[in-house]
């Protein structure tokens, strides 16, 4: 049976003491998306207050064509570049080092356009079952939730990716139940750490940054973590 405590000592350990180098590019992409989502975040809030509220408000009107012109892609972009790094610490995880990090690139790069189309079929599937009262949405969360990597790491086309996790769950749901849980916590944790910290700090700026970079390691360990999971069950059941 594969170890949960394995894969989140060797994910997180791996991430917070840098022991691969390459992971140093995703963190400061993961902050530079964090701190960009942060400033749009406010820019959109403050500029949705600020309307006067009408019946017919031309500002709101202005408003709501600039997020669907400009800030709305703006979010599928950061989203789409999030995605390619994702890929790349899984790819570069599972490579134990032996590949450079324009190897991991390339390879990558070459499996993008499937760990897209299996993200985009995830996220369909997952929000139908949310939607069909949130208990098959979180059944589903678990059995799907490695279908990214056999597409990143057995080459899987989407639609087998999709099958293939969810056979390699039967049996498991539980332990990836807790794993996701124990992660949760986690996270959970240290956010509510830093939140109480930040609230000694006068400056919103720094709070950002803080924040984006916190989230930027964090991103990069559960990433890591759920990847080291997915190669101890792969190995042992031979995939």
Not at 56 to 80: E, K
Not at 215 to 225: K, L
């Amino acid at each position: 049976m594969a170890s949960i405590s394995t894969a989140i000592k060797k994910g997180f350990y791996n991430t917070f003491y840098l022991k691969d180098k390459r992971i140093i590019a995703p963190i400061i992409v993961f902050f530079l998306i964090g701190v960009a989502s942060s400033v749009i975040g406010v820019y959109t809030q403050d500029s949705f207050f600020m309307q006067p509220n009408t019946s017919y408000n031309p500002m709101a009107m202005a408003y709501s064509y600039n997020y669907v012109g400009l800030i709305l892609p703006l979010y599928i972009l950061l989203g789409l570049v999030g995605l390619f790094f994702f890929g790349f610490i899984v790819v570069s995880y599972s490579s134990k080092r032996s590949k450079s990090s324009m190897s991991v690139i390339k390879e990558t790069a070459s499996h993008y356009l499937s760990l897209l189309a299996t993200t985009i079929l995830m996220g369909v599937i997952l929000i139908a079952g949310f939607i069909a009262f949130v208990l098959p949405g979180i059944f589903l969360s678990i059995k799907l939730v490695l279908s990214q990597m056999f597409v990143l790491l057995k080459k899987d086309s989407p639609g087998k990716a999709l099958s293939d996790s969810y056979e390699i769950t039967k049996g498991k749901f539980w332990d990836i139940f807790a794993l996701l849980l124990v992660i949760w916590f986690i996270v959970v944790f240290f956010e509510f750490v830093v939140l109480h910290i930040m609230l000694l700090q006068p400056i919103y700026a720094f709070t950002i940054v803080v924040n984006a970079l916190v989230g930027a390691f964090f991103t990069v360990a559960i990433i890591s973590t759920i990847t080291d999971y997915f190669l101890q069950v792969a190995k042992k059941i031979k995939v």
